[in-house]
C-alpha cells in the first residue's frame, strides 16, 4: 500500500517495485509517464499502463495523467464507445465524462471504431487523415465516429484530396470519411464531390468557386449530387462557362 494522497505526484521514472498486472489505488495523486514510450488503456476509472522496461499495472482514482517525454508518441486507448473531451491546450485530453485529464499525448485510439469527440468553445480545425481518423491539438485520433465542434463560429473539417462530402440532416453538420460531424461552418478538400440531403437544398455557388450549403463554405468540390432525383452538377463546366 502506498501513502499517496490527493496532490501527490506518482512518477513512472522513479523505478517503483510494481509486479505485472498489479492494481494500484492512486488516492487521487497524478500519474507521471516514464522518459519512453508510455501507453494507457482506460477502462471505466481505471487506467493501465503498460511499456516495454516496465511492469503493466492498472491504477484506479486518477484524476490527471502526464505522459512523459516520448520517443515516438504516448499512446492512449479509449473503451468501446469512448467519450472524449477536448481539454483546451495541444496534446491534452479529457475523458470519463471530464474526470480524468491526460497531457502530453500524442496518439488516441479506441478500442472499438465507435468512439466520441468533443471540441471546446473555440474555432477549431479538423485535419482528416484517414478513414475515421483526424487530427487536432497535436493529437492523432483514430476510431473517432462522430465529432461535436463548438458553438463558435470558424469551425473547420480539412478532408483528403478527392473527399466526398455528404450534408447532415440539420444545418452545420456532415459526413467525411466515416466520420459525422456537427457544429462545422467551413469544409476544404481538393477535387471533392458534394452529395446533398433527401431534402430540397439549396446550393449557392460564390464568385470563387465556394459554395454554400447547410450554413457551411466548401471549397474545393467539383461535384455536386443534389441526391434528391436532381440532376448532378459538375462545377468546372459552370466556372468554365462563366469565365467564357
Do not use: P
Given at each position: 500500500?502506498?501513502?499517496?494522497?490527493?496532490?501527490?505526484?506518482?512518477?513512472?521514472?522513479?523505478?517503483?517495485?510494481?509486479?505485472?498486472?498489479?492494481?494500484?489505488d492512486?488516492?487521487?495523486?497524478?500519474?507521471?509517464g516514464?522518459?519512453?514510450?508510455?501507453?494507457?488503456?482506460?477502462?471505466?476509472?481505471?487506467?493501465?499502463?503498460?511499456?516495454?522496461?516496465?511492469?503493466?499495472?492498472?491504477?484506479?482514482?486518477?484524476?490527471?495523467?502526464?505522459?512523459?517525454?516520448?520517443?515516438?508518441?504516448?499512446?492512449?486507448?479509449?473503451?468501446?464507445?469512448?467519450s472524449?473531451?477536448?481539454?483546451?491546450?495541444?496534446?491534452?485530453?479529457?475523458?470519463?465524462?471530464?474526470?480524468?485529464?491526460?497531457?502530453?499525448?500524442?496518439?488516441i485510439?479506441?478500442?472499438?471504431?465507435?468512439?466520441?469527440?468533443?471540441?471546446?468553445?473555440?474555432?477549431?480545425?479538423?485535419?482528416?487523415?484517414?478513414?475515421?481518423?483526424?487530427?487536432?491539438?497535436?493529437?492523432?485520433?483514430?476510431?473517432?465516429?462522430?465529432?461535436?465542434?463548438?458553438?463558435?463560429?470558424?469551425?473547420?473539417?480539412?478532408g483528403?484530396?478527392?473527399?466526398?462530402w455528404?450534408?447532415?440532416?440539420?444545418?452545420?453538420s456532415?459526413?467525411?470519411?466515416?466520420?459525422?460531424?456537427?457544429g462545422?461552418?467551413?469544409?476544404?478538400?481538393?477535387?471533392?464531390?458534394?452529395?446533398?440531403?433527401?431534402a430540397?437544398?439549396?446550393?449557392?455557388i460564390?464568385?470563387?468557386?465556394?459554395?454554400?450549403?447547410?450554413?457551411?463554405?466548401?471549397t474545393?468540390v467539383?461535384?455536386?449530387?443534389?441526391?434528391?432525383?436532381?440532376?448532378?452538377?459538375?462545377?468546372?463546366?459552370?466556372l468554365?462557362f462563366?469565365?467564357?
Amino acid at each position: 500500500d502506498f501513502d499517496w494522497s490527493a496532490g501527490d505526484t506518482l512518477s513512472l521514472a522513479d523505478n517503483y517495485s510494481f509486479t505485472e498486472g498489479e492494481t494500484v489505488d492512486s488516492k487521487g495523486a497524478t500519474l507521471v509517464g516514464s522518459a519512453g514510450d508510455d501507453s494507457f488503456n482506460v477502462d471505466g476509472s481505471t487506467v493501465e499502463h503498460s511499456h516495454s522496461d516496465l511492469a503493466s499495472v492498472r491504477f484506479t482514482n486518477l484524476t490527471t495523467v502526464e505522459a512523459g517525454d516520448a520517443i515516438s508518441g504516448d499512446v492512449v486507448t479509449g473503451a468501446a464507445d469512448q467519450s472524449w473531451l477536448l481539454a483546451g491546450t495541444d496534446n491534452s485530453i479529457l475523458t470519463n465524462e471530464g474526470s480524468l485529464l491526460f497531457t502530453g499525448v500524442e496518439f488516441i485510439g479506441n478500442a472499438t471504431d465507435e468512439a466520441n469527440l468533443t471540441a471546446t468553445s473555440a474555432a477549431e480545425q479538423f485535419t482528416i487523415t484517414g478513414e475515421q481518423a483526424l487530427s487536432i491539438a497535436g493529437m492523432q485520433f483514430a476510431g473517432i465516429a462522430n465529432v461535436a465542434a463548438g458553438d463558435e463560429a470558424g469551425d473547420s473539417v480539412q478532408g483528403l484530396e478527392n473527399s466526398q462530402w455528404s450534408l447532415g440532416d440539420v444545418e452545420n453538420s456532415l459526413m467525411v470519411s466515416g466520420v459525422n460531424f456537427t457544429g462545422i461552418d467551413f469544409a476544404q478538400a481538393d477535387n471533392a464531390s458534394l452529395i446533398g440531403t433527401a431534402a430540397a437544398d439549396t446550393f449557392v455557388i460564390n464568385s470563387d468557386a465556394s459554395i454554400d450549403v447547410a450554413a457551411i463554405r466548401f471549397t474545393g468540390v467539383l461535384e455536386v449530387d443534389g441526391n434528391g432525383g436532381r440532376a448532378c452538377i459538375h462545377l468546372l463546366d459552370i466556372l468554365e462557362f462563366h469565365t467564357r
